[in-house]
């Protein structure tokens, strides 16, 4: 398999982690949105990434698609979803939390660096802010004693919150000044971690 992006991008940066936790085997061809909007359009007719190549030629985009496909082609030893029902729509809550502060961290992004510096509005972009905040606080009161935000093991929601985290340590790590005790930032470290010494 071959995953279109770059880990610049937490929307990839997430699907490449799931991949990683998964046990599957792929390559990574880093490309980005604006330069690459040609060769990325190759994939998919709307330029957006991540994007993912099966080995028999087949592409799928947009996250849920990838995801659906990753848990449905999983070993069995693995997922990353919780099996009781309960468990899983509180997963699927905190990862939908992490989601909406990595789309209002790409917003802000846009916003400070994309946009004539003329057009930039200060409300606009404090209002990103505070949902970012709010969403790292949410997570980090959420957040598992034993280790995880959901349960006693990784979930996709550790994953997503650790995409969102690891992603404003890059770009933004201002956003994370008063965030770097917290219970989110120990479990972004901690998937991060056991990620690196899985692979």
Same mark, same amino acid.
């Given at each position: 398999?071959?995953?279109?992006?770059?880990?610049?991008?937490?929307?990839?940066?997430?699907?490449? +982690?799931?991949?990683?936790a998964l046990?599957?085997?792929?390559e990574?061809?880093?490309?980005?949105?604006?330069?690459?909007?040609?060769l990325?359009?190759?994939?998919?007719?709307?330029?957006r990434?991540?994007?993912?190549?099966? &080995?028999?030629?087949?592409?799928?985009? &947009?996250s849920?698609?990838?995801?659906?496909?990753?848990?449905?082609?999983?070993?069995?030893?693995?997922?990353?979803?919780?099996?009781?029902?309960? &468990?899983? +729509?509180?997963?699927?809550?905190?990862?939908?939390?992490?989601?909406?502060?990595?789309?209002?961290?790409?917003?802000?992004?846009?916003?400070?660096?994309r946009?004539?510096?003329?057009?930039?509005?200060?409300?606009?972009? +404090?209002?990103?802010?505070?949902?970012?905040?709010e969403a790292?606080?949410?997570?980090?009161?959420?957040?598992?004693?034993?280790a995880?935000?959901?349960?006693?093991?990784?979930?996709?929601?550790?994953?997503?919150?650790?995409?969102?985290?690891n992603?404003?340590?890059?770009?933004?790590?201002?956003?994370?000044?008063?965030?770097?005790?917290?219970?989110?930032?120990?479990?972004a470290?901690?998937?991060?971690?056991?990620?690196q010494?899985?692979?």
């Amino acid at each position: 398999m071959k995953l279109i992006g770059g880990r610049h991008s937490p929307f990839v940066r997430r699907i490449a +982690m799931v991949l990683e936790a998964l046990g599957h085997d792929y390559e990574e061809e880093v490309v980005r949105t604006v330069e690459d909007g040609e060769l990325i359009r190759r994939y998919n007719p709307v330029g957006r990434v991540p994007n993912l190549v099966l &080995d028999d030629g087949r592409v799928i985009i &947009d996250s849920h698609a990838i995801l659906d496909y990753l848990e449905r082609h999983r070993p069995e030893s693995s997922t990353l979803f919780p099996q009781r029902e309960d &468990d899983r +729509m509180a997963m699927l809550f905190a990862d939908a939390v992490g989601i909406a502060g990595i789309e209002k961290l790409v917003l802000w992004f846009y916003e400070k660096t994309r946009r004539d510096a003329s057009l930039r509005c200060a409300t606009t972009i +404090m209002g990103f802010e505070t949902q970012i905040a709010e969403a790292l606080q949410w997570l980090s009161e959420h957040c598992n004693e034993n280790a995880y935000v959901c349960g006693d093991d990784m979930t996709l929601a550790d994953i997503t919150a650790t995409s969102l985290v690891n992603t404003l340590a890059a770009v933004a790590p201002e956003l994370l000044a008063d965030e770097q005790s917290s219970p989110v930032q120990a479990v972004a470290a901690r998937v991060s971690q056991r990620l690196q010494a899985a692979n």
